[in-house]
């Protein structure tokens, strides 16, 4: 190919790239008979692969969603990205650099200001679900929890780059940072708190209460206090491409409507996790 219509191609290639997804507002998703969800993969108890089925509390809802609008659910399964926006804008309102695909609906996308803010080509809304950092810890090694300094001797296993890494890394002034035990996923650190390479696991919650029901040791959950952490706590909804707002609204009705019938702790409780209250819930 001549250098010129080389560079041509490039350019055209680089344009369409450039160019947003279709959005699919609602009357779009119930016309083509199907609701399209990204979902994190592996990542129990939201959202993984057991005995070759996608399942997981995220999941589960995205399929009361799909019924609530009276179409059938399709799933994105995809891998985080560097950072929550390279996630929106993957899965949400650019799509993937190959093809390019969107989903109707991103789920598990914490509701933050900040990140709403710095994304006004998704629509971050309707929360379902609370999550918080705590920490599970064999009690026939660490009886209790009340402070996270006890770890300056005692090992606690975390997932890499977690927010639990970062924090346990900088508190006490450095204190704790050779009583870490990383995991490069989730699961090798479930695996460094159940063989007993380290007798404390801390994570968000739905994660460690996950892995009470396939752990052998007998286990407490404790909430310790976490000085100089800005929000230990935090909502979780889904996101929408900008344009997608009359979705956003009925998919916000059918969560609602989950939360209040009970159906979402009935999702939840077959993976041992409780539904926490949400923002102006009692």
């Known amino acids: 190919m001549p250098v010129t219509r080389l560079i ?14 279709a959005a699919r507002p609602l009357a779009a998703v119930k016309a083509s008979g199907e609701l399209k969800v990204a979902v994190y993969a592996d990542f129990p108890p ?3 692969e057991q005995d070759g089925r996608l399942v997981g509390i995220d999941v589960d ?3 009361a969603l799909a019924d609530a609008l009276g179409v059938r659910v399709s799933f994105m399964v ?3 990205g560097e950072n929550l926006d390279d996630d929106l804008r993957v ?6 650099i190959v093809e390019r695909k969107v989903a109707d609906v991103m789920m598990h996308v914490p509701l933050d200001h900040a990140l709403a803010a710095r994304n ?3 629509f971050l809304c309707c929360a379902y679900f609370r999550e918080e950092l705590a920490v599970l810890h064999d009690t ?10 006890r770890f300056g001797a005692t090992k606690i296993a975390v997932e890499n780059d977690t927010i639990s890494d970062f924090f346990l890394t900088s508190a006490f002034h450095g204190q704790l940072r050779n009583s870490v035990v990383r995991g490069r996923r989730f699961a090798d650190a479930e695996e460094a708190f159940t063989t007993g390479a380290a007798p404390a696991l801390m994570a968000p919650r739905a994660q460690l209460e996950w892995v009470v029901r396939r752990t052998p040791r007998h286990t407490a959950l404790a909430l310790p206090a976490m000085p100089g952490l800005a929000k230990r706590s935090w909502t979780v909804g889904i996101a929408v491409r900008a344009d997608s707002r009359d979705l956003a609204d009925a998919l916000g009705a059918a969560l609602g409507d989950l ?5 979402l702790d009935a999702i939840c409780s077959p993976y041992g996790v409780t539904a926490l209250p949400v923002a102006g819930e009692q």
């Open 8 to 21: 041509l191609a490039v350019l055209i290639a680089t344009v369409a790239w450039m160019q947003p997804a």
């Open 91 to 96: 899965n949400v309102w650019r799509g993937d």
């Open 120 to 122: 006004d080509d998704a």
């Open 46 to 48: 939201y959202s993984f």
């Open 140 to 149: 026939a090694v660490v009886p209790e929890v009340g402070s996270l300094a």
């Open 78 to 80: 995809r891998e985080g």
């Open 259 to 263: 939360r209040a019938s009970g159906r």
């Open 61 to 63: 809802a995205a399929r």
